[in-house]
């Protein structure tokens, strides 16, 4: 509950500093001009991901001939996670930091690079061509039970954004810091909330997501396989620059907390086959 009452007195921070920015109405333009595609695009991106894999991607506005639509959406598939790794590496950055006006790019990457991730997002899941193959759909309360595991994955999704850093997830951190005109001020190496349970609570609520659809399409396993895959293989260059920046203080807690199975589940399962262990014995 601290932990969560600083989170969000930082947050208000950010926010109300917004209501005594010195002046400069170019960069206060600029600022809230970034601010305002970043959080559109966002919400669209976010709409059409709920929406889309709600239906298991049978319904989507793409409409490229198959078969050429495999190839487009491979494509569409690959071009998230590519991009997405590649801005987050030293060139990636630096790239970040010229695709806003001089001499606010550094001030503006966080937010560049959340319109850019969302502009990625909302072509997938827009401009997706469904193959018109429905396997399965829940339905009655099996159809309820799983929308509420589908909901519960959204939810635990946001709680690991906000533990991780709202501000950042969203976009918000680069211009409201341009805004003021300061300099962004990134939140510490995340450790609470569920940070304490698993390293990477991000990638595993977006694989959860992939999961508890109520219809299920080839369209949709391949999206879950292929960004599963993503969500277990992705956070290790994460860490690499984790380890980089917070050095011997992220090898203690990479050592004391699992990457993503939670410690309790790894225990039960030990205990489990422990006992049948013992029982063959017996």
């Keep these: ?27 206060i333009s600029l600022a809230l001009l970034y601010g305002g595609v970043c ?15 709600f ?5 989507s506005l793409g409409s490229v001939p ?18 997405h790794s590649f801005l987050l590496t030293g060139s990636g950055r630096r790239i970040l930091e010229r695709l806003a006006p001089a001499p606010h790019g550094k001030t503006l990457a966080t937010t560049t690079y959340a319109i850019i991730a969302s502009c990625q997002l909302l072509a997938l899941f827009a401009l997706w061509t469904p193959s018109g193959i429905v ?16 909901a519960a994955s959204w939810l635990v999704l946001m709680k690991a954004s906000f ?8 976009g ?49 396993l391949a999206l ?9 293989l992705a956070p290790r260059l994460k860490e690499r620059r984790f380890s980089a920046i917070y050095g011997a203080r992220f090898k203690v807690y990479q050592s004391r907390v699992p990457y993503v199975i939670p410690r309790f589940l790894s225990f039960s399962r030990y205990h489990s086959s422990s006992g049948r262990a013992n029982s063959g014995k017996e």
């Excluded at 669209?44 to 991901?49: G, N």
């Excluded at 487009?72 to 996670?81: E, G, R, S």
Aim: aromatic residues 14%; hydrophobic residues 55%.
């Design 172 to 220: 918000a951190l680069g211009w409201m810091s341009l805004v003021q005109k300061i300099k962004p001020v990134f939140p510490d190496m995340p450790e609470t909330g569920l940070f304490r349970i698993i390293r990477q609570p991000i990638y595993v609520a977006f694989a959860l997501t992939l999961w508890t659809v109520p219809v299920w399409t080839p369209d949709q």
């Design 163 to 170: 533990d991780a850093g709202a501000e950042v997830q969203s």
């Design 135 to 150: 396997w399965w759909r829940a339905e009655g309360g099996l159809f309820w039970l799983i929308v509420s595991a589908y």
């Design 39 to 53: 959080h559109a695009i966002f919400t669209a991106a976010v709409l059409a991901m709920i929406t889309a894999m």
């Design 66 to 83: 198959w078969p050429w639509a495999l190839a487009a959406n491979a494509f569409l598939v690959l071009q998230f996670p590519l991009a």
């Design 224 to 232: 879950a396989l292929s960004y599963t895959a993503y969500c277990l």
């Design 55 to 59: 239906f298991g991607m049978s319904q």
């Design 1 to 27: 509950m601290q932990d969560t009452k600083a989170k969000l007195a930082r947050l208000w921070q950010l926010v109300s500093g917004l209501f005594q920015a010195p002046p400069g109405m170019g960069r």
